[in-house]
Each structure stands twice: as structure tokens, then as C-alpha cells.
């Protein structure tokens, strides 16, 4: 940790990949606690890892087609594939009322199979996908910052004009939609900003492992405090704290700041659970249902 | 009076083309301003359909049904709605005020916040309901009966100009049907009730007219007969309502309605 703060002058990656992972913990705060309120965190696994596909091709164009990855990079590639599973699985979803959890396993399968295959396809040894599968947080461009920066606003714009809508839509769908929310819209829209979410923090963890940091940091606040409001400022708060906390621990080790970050992140939430049975036991009373 | 519900001859499937028997049949029925109508009949009669029909959220395969004489699905955010079985999805965490709140959403402004107004409104709600004293505590700390009586206070609060309960004494002890039923009536000074309950004798004891429900539909008013001698058996409370051939209940057997009545009562 030391180390960490020695070289933090010296090492403009340093300075990066802490942005991003304060960046990352906004939009954790942000739309974890839907993604868990709304019941979509395997909806947003499959996103993830449909969005390698867009990862693949992204490289792939590149190596073969050098004018179009002016416009479509690896991060690009990833957003746009995930915006467009977000989509498919809101449609399906308004059509047969849930998505159905074979197709979402296909699709889950379909986009990591794209993705490595496109990138064998590719020469070269790739290192962008594996920064994509597995986290690059030590190696974040300030072109990455910037993005991510974008895409935090675009979250926090949606948050701070649909709170009370994502909130009712996640209470109870059918009174949200007999007070005038489009149940459906309101659904997509959800889907799509958890997709955005994915991205961000595939910045920091990887998309292989983003699931821990979409979900974890909502469930581990949501074990403590009774409102919304709460859970979203304690969320963001656990998810700073997970994003730079255990990688200037392991900085200078072996270990690799992304895995730190996740174990992190699951011994937390672990840990918060065995916290909240003790006390239940402690005063005499079961687990909150 | 105005009418405020205007059902023409609705046919309901729920698996169309109409391979089976139809879910209602030929319903026609209004509800007035001043209406406090009490919708009896078995389960599976067709209590629930009707409601999500006025609200707008099945739509009929025949007939028409027009709300505030337009069509139901424009006008649902001024019905007020009690749902039979809670529907809260407390995945993350939800104070009861919280929930009650989400009957003003369709009031409220833009932004992150409820105003001054929909808090107002919904701590008066949960006030009339008798759970003010809970609108802090987590939502699933609340019982069966707590919670429709909150999901009651979220349909006051949203000033619904119809109200539209299901089942809404089915999970609420005795003390709290008589605060549901005092303040059902209060309210129905003001604004148009339609109740669905198996409940028969609740419905004839409290509401103005019924209408019993197995498929098809037929009104009685609840004054047309009540028996001196049903008085004396059981007790001055209970009156009845006889149903006459024709009607969906006599057809289903049920030919003397007082008699479920008694025994609904006398339990």
C-alpha cells in the first residue's frame, strides 16, 4: 500500500486505474441496487458475457479492416453488443412475460464463443481481449477515463430523472403501470443502463467478473439499511472502497489486482451476511425474510 | 348519476379463438358515482378478471367498457386498485412509506424525490388505515394483514376518484375488518367503491347493491329482500339477497343465498 502511494506521483497508470475505479464504484451505486431490486443479476451475467462477442469483432475488424476501427474500438464493440442483448431480452421479456433461462444460457454461451473465435482469428497474441475478459486496471488509458466518465453521467442523468419510475417498476410492476409507467419501456431502459454498467466495470474486473461488482456491493448495503436512498449511497461507498482499497494492497505482490478485487469483494458480502445472522441471533430473532 | 364504470356486453377468454367456455359471458354492468357495489361469486367466477378488465389491463375480446366514459386503459391512474395477493417485491429494501409512495408516482414531479405534497398524502393515507405509526419500518416486517391494509392506504393516497378492491378482507382480523369496514364506508360518501369478495355475508351486510359474479353477472340490490324471520336466526346484522333463477349463483346451486349468508356469519 505503501508502495502504492510511493509510486502514485511517478506512474501516470496508477492515477488511471484509481479514476476508474472510483468511476466504476459510481456506476456500481448507481444501478446495483435495480440490477438487485429488479431481480436481473443473471440477466446482466449473460450481458456480459454476450458482450465479448462485440469484444471479438471489435479486434477482429481492426486487424482486417484498419479504417473501421477508427470508429469501433474493443470498448465500443462490447457496448454496442450489450446494448443490443439488453434489447433482445427486454422484447422477450414484454413478449413472453420472462426471458426464458435456455435462451439466456445460449445467448450467455454465443457471445463468449464469438469472441474467442474472433480473436484466434485475429494474429497476434490479443492482448485487448484479455484486458476486456479479465480487467486491465492497471493499464487504463485517459481516452478510457474519459469514457467512462461519459457513461457514469449518462447513469447518474437516468437515475436522477427515473429514480421514483425504476423504483416502483422494481415494488411492484403492475401498479407502477397503473400509474402510467410503461412497464415495458421502463424494463428496457433498466436493462440497457445495466448493460452500460457492464461495461464500465468490465474496465476494472474484467467482464468475466463484473457480476461481483454489479451485484455485490448493493446486496452487501441492502443487509444493513432499510430504504433505496441508502442502499445507493452505502453501495457506492462499499464499491470505492472494493475498487481501491485491495489493489494497493496487492500492488507490488504477485497477485493480480483484479482477482484481489473480487475475492475482495465476495469476502465482503460474506462476510456482511455472517454479520447480519450473529446479530439475529444475538437479539433472539431468525434472519430478515 | 353519472355513471362512472359503463360495461356493454363483455365476453372474456383467456385463451382465445373460444375453444373453451368463456371466462364472463355477456357482462353488462354500471357502476354510479354514488355507488357502493359489492361484486360476489366462487372462486374462479370471474371477481378478478372483471377488475383487471376495468383497469384496463386484460382487454375484452367482445364488448366494451368505457371508464369516466372514455376508454380504461387512459384513465387507470385515477382508479385506485387493492390487489387480493400483495405484489410488493422487497428484493431491496422498502420502508412502507416507500411503497405507499408509489401510489403518487403518477402525481408527482420530475426528479429523485416525492415532494412535500405525495409525503403528506401518503402519511394521511397510512393515517386513515391505521399504520402511521409503521411507515419507517421495512416493508416485509409487515404481517399478511398490515400489508393490505398499507396497499389500501397506497390507493388513498394516489386520490383515485374509483376504488377497486379484491378480497381486500380476506388476511385482516376482526378488529381491522371493522376499521377497513368504517372507513370503506366513509369513503364511500365520496367516491365510487366496487368490492370483490367471496364474503357474501360482509357484502350484503355493508354494501348498497351486489352483484353476483360466476361467469355471468346479475345486480340485485341488497334491500330486496331481507326476512324478518333471517333477522331472528341470525341476528339483525346479516340481510340477504335471494337469488332468482337466472341469476349465475342460483344456477351454480345456490339458490338460498341467506342461508350462505348465516353461515358465513355465524362462523
Given at each position: 500500500m505503501i508502495g502504492f502511494l510511493r509510486d502514485l506521483p511517478d506512474n501516470p497508470f496508477l492515477l488511471t486505474g484509481l479514476l476508474a475505479g472510483l468511476l466504476s464504484a459510481l456506476a456500481c451505486g448507481l444501478i446495483g441496487p435495480y440490477v438487485v431490486g429488479r431481480r436481473m443479476v443473471l440477466l446482466s451475467g449473460a450481458i456480459a458475457h454476450a458482450a465479448v462477442g462485440g469484444v471479438g469483432l471489435a479486434i477482429f475488424l481492426a486487424a482486417y479492416a484498419p479504417t473501421a476501427s477508427r470508429w469501433i474500438d474493443p470498448l465500443t464493440g462490447g457496448l454496442i453488443v450489450a446494448v443490443a442483448a439488453a434489447i433482445f431480452i427486454a422484447v422477450a421479456e414484454t413478449r413472453w412475460g420472462s426471458m426464458p433461462e435456455t435462451l439466456l444460457a445460449a445467448m450467455w454461451a454465443l457471445g463468449m464463443s464469438l469472441g474467442v473465435l474472433l480473436a484466434k482469428m485475429?494474429?497476434?497474441?490479443?492482448s485487448q481481449l484479455m484486458a476486456f475478459l479479465f480487467g486491465n486496471i492497471s493499464y487504463v488509458s485517459w481516452r478510457q477515463v474519459k469514457t467512462l466518465v461519459l457513461l457514469d453521467a449518462l447513469l447518474a442523468a437516468a437515475t436522477a430523472l427515473f429514480h421514483k419510475q425504476f423504483l416502483a417498476f422494481c415494488l411492484d410492476r403492475e401498479q407502477a403501470e397503473l400509474q402510467g409507467v410503461s412497464a415495458a419501456v421502463v424494463n428496457g431502459v433498466l436493462l440497457v443502463l445495466a448493460a452500460i454498467a457492464v461495461i464500465v466495470l468490465a474496465q476494472v474486473v474484467g467482464l468475466v467478473m463484473v457480476i461481483t461488482l454489479l451485484t455485490l456491493p448493493a446486496a452487501t448495503a441492502a443487509i444493513f439499511v432499510n430504504s433505496i436512498a441508502a442502499v445507493i449511497l452505502v453501495s457506492t461507498l462499499v464499491a470505492a472502497v472494493l475498487t481501491t482499497l485491495p489493489r494497493m494492497l496487492v500492488y507490488?505482490?504477485?497477485?493480480?489486482a483484479e482477482s484481489a478485487i473480487v475475492i475482495a469483494a465476495v469476502g465482503t458480502y460474506l462476510a456482511a451476511l455472517a454479520v447480519r445472522e450473529g446479530l439475529g441471533r444475538l437479539v433472539g430473532k431468525g434472519p430478515k425474510a | 348519476m353519472n355513471p362512472v364504470v359503463e360495461i356493454e356486453h363483455v365476453w372474456f377468454w383467456y385463451?382465445?379463438?373460444?375453444a373453451s367456455q368463456p371466462v364472463l359471458e355477456d357482462i353488462s354492468l354500471t357502476v354510479f358515482a354514488d355507488d357502493f357495489l359489492g361484486l360476489v361469486g366462487p372462486n374462479g367466477g370471474g371477481k378478478t378478471t372483471l377488475l383487471r378488465l376495468i383497469l384496463g389491463l386484460i382487454r375484452p375480446q367482445r364488448g366494451t367498457i368505457r371508464v369516466f366514459g372514455t376508454s380504461p386503459a387512459q384513465v387507470r391512474h385515477r382508479i385506485g386498485y387493492v390487489p387480493?395477493?400483495?405484489?410488493?417485491?422487497v428484493a431491496i429494501p422498502a420502508t412502507v412509506l416507500d411503497v405507499v409512495l408509489t401510489g403518487r408516482l403518477h402525481r408527482s414531479r420530475w426528479g429523485v424525490c416525492y415532494g412535500r405534497a405525495d409525503r403528506l398524502a401518503a402519511e394521511n393515507a397510512l393515517e386513515r388505515v391505521g399504520l402511521k405509526h409503521l411507515a419507517?419500518?421495512?416493508?416485509?416486517?409487515?404481517s399478511g394483514g398490515q400489508r393490505q391494509r398499507a396497499l389500501i392506504a397506497r390507493a388513498l393516497a394516489a386520490e383515485s376518484q374509483l376504488l377497486l378492491l379484491d378480497e381486500?378482507?380476506?388476511?385482516?382480523d376482526l378488529p381491522s375488518e371493522q376499521t377497513l369496514t368504517d372507513l370503506l364506508h366513509e369513503l364511500s360518501r365520496h367516491i365510487p367503491i366496487v368490492l370483490a369478495s367471496h364474503d357474501i355475508a360482509f357484502v350484503t351486510t355493508h354494501m348498497k347493491r351486489v352483484a353476483c359474479l360466476n361467469r355471468r353477472l346479475t345486480v340485485h340490490r341488497v334491500d330486496e329482500l331481507s326476512s324478518d324471520r333471517l333477522r331472528e336466526i341470525y341476528g339483525q346484522d346479516v340481510c340477504t339477497i335471494v337469488h332468482r333463477p337466472g341469476c349465475p349463483l342460483f344456477d351454480s346451486g345456490c339458490r338460498q343465498g341467506c342461508r350462505l349468508a348465516g353461515e358465513t356469519s355465524s362462523l
Open positions: 485475429t494474429p497476434g497474441y490479443q507490488g505482490t504477485v497477485i493480480s | 385463451t382465445f379463438p373460444p387480493q395477493h400483495a405484489r410488493v417485491d419507517g419500518r421495512p416493508w416485509q416486517s409487515l381486500p378482507t380476506a388476511n385482516i
